[in-house]
């Protein structure tokens, strides 16, 4: 019974360093620091060819002998000046530059809150950009959400898109609603063969308490100006020109949706493609909705065959009192400790096996 009182005694003074944790990160994000915006945004660079060499190069160890290693080296120094001669011809007779391809990526959630760090890293790659050479390649995965929040994203591909040779974008798992509404804008859409994309529809709901509230004999009291001001709301009494007002605004952006779809790829039919519904990448093909069936790893891993490949990354920066409640969190314990305690617990039988399950715990 005492390991049991000491688990949760442990456990509720993880959650206390949690809740100071939490408190302090909170107050970090409030305040923000000087810097705001844009100065938040941390952007790098790194050049895949000589990252991939390497890990390559790292396997390499454990596979050759002694003797195999040295002539591999040899080999790899005379190809290394090989290609440092053929550059510099090039270079003299005023060839075209090499290939490049830059690799962004866009992970989208509900509110496409990731825009804001999209922009900043296209704006920084814009001025770089050759548009009779280079390519840039957009590892996208995205359910869907919010519609102003994708449509601000999209229109970051497009700029991406008029700045280039070729857009690419790869979906290895899902371009769904807005998230296929930034994927059609790509010159090339490629995806993994299960891939989930599609679903060009409008979705909205509303729960709405008016009954309740009126029952409960309480008044809510909401003042317009203008017809359609509100429509349906949580609180506020539904009729039936609420409703198909409602309506109507849904059907004109899901029609605005697909014209969008249609300017990218005149020959999707939107009378079948149109209508909500997502598809595995395998039947999106048949559909017109992607153009091939690959991952972005085997994309990429061909364009450094030909070129130099860059991954472009852009994140928020920590300030000093979010690395703060970053290390109380850590301190805390909680994805280790507590886990561990409680299933020593319950294999000595003093916790059913329910009861010892942590949250994230399968």
């Not at 409030?30 to 790292?58: A, F, Y």
């Not at 790509?186 to 891939?195: E, L, M």
């Not at 969008?260 to 790829?265: A, C, D, I, L, Y």
């Not at 991952?295 to 065959?305: K, L, P, R």
Request: hydrophobic share 40%; glycine share 8%.
């Amino acid at each position: 019974m005492l390991d049991v009182i000491e688990v949760f005694v442990g456990f509720l003074g993880a959650v206390g360093f949690l809740a100071l944790g939490l408190g302090v990160l909170t107050l970090a994000r409030r305040k923000g620091g000087k810097g705001s915006g844009d100065d938040l945004i941390q952007l790098e660079m790194k050049k895949l060819n000589e990252s991939w060499k390497e890990r390559t190069n790292g396997l390499r160890e454990h596979l050759l002998t002694k003797e195999e290693k040295k002539e591999h080296a040899k080999q790899e120094k005379k190809r290394e000046k090989e290609e440092e001669k053929k550059s510099k011809q090039n270079s003299s007779k005023d060839s075209e530059p090499k290939p490049r391809t830059f690799v962004l990526s866009f992970t989208g959630d509900l509110q496409a809150s990731e825009v804001e760090s999209f922009r900043v890293a296209i704006s920084a790659l814009l001025p770089l950009l050759n548009k009779e050479h280079d390519e840039v390649l957009l590892r996208l995965e995205s359910p869907g959400g919010v519609v102003h929040g994708y449509g601000l994203a999209a229109a970051q591909v497009m700029r991406l898109k008029k700045a280039v040779r070729k857009l690419t974008i790869c979906v290895d798992k899902v371009a769904a609603s807005g998230g296929y509404m930034m994927a059609c804008l790509g010159h090339k859409i490629v995806a993994s063969p299960f891939a989930v994309v599609g679903s060009i529809g409008v979705l909205a709901g509303v729960p709405n308490l008016h009954r309740f509230i009126k029952d409960k004999k309480v008044d809510y009291l909401e003042m317009t100006a203008g017809k359609h001001k509100r429509t349906l709301t949580m609180l506020g009494e539904v009729t039936d020109e609420k409703k198909e007002k409602f309506q109507s605004q849904l059907e004109e952006v899901h029609d605005m949706f697909k014209d969008h779809v249609k300017s990218e790829r005149p020959s999707l039919d939107l009378e079948l493609v149109g209508t909500g519904e997502h598809w595995h990448a395998k039947r999106a093909l048949e559909l017109g909705l992607v153009d091939e069936l690959s991952t972005s790893d085997e994309v990429i891993f061909t364009a450094m065959q030909h070129g130099d490949v860059f991954e472009l990354t852009a994140k928020e920066k920590e300030s000093m009192k979010e690395k703060l409640a970053g290390r109380i969190l850590s301190l805390a314990g909680l994805k280790s400790w507590v886990p561990r305690r409680l299933q020593e617990a319950q294999g000595s039988g003093l916790l059913p096996s329910y009861l010892a399950k942590w949250p994230g715990e399968s």
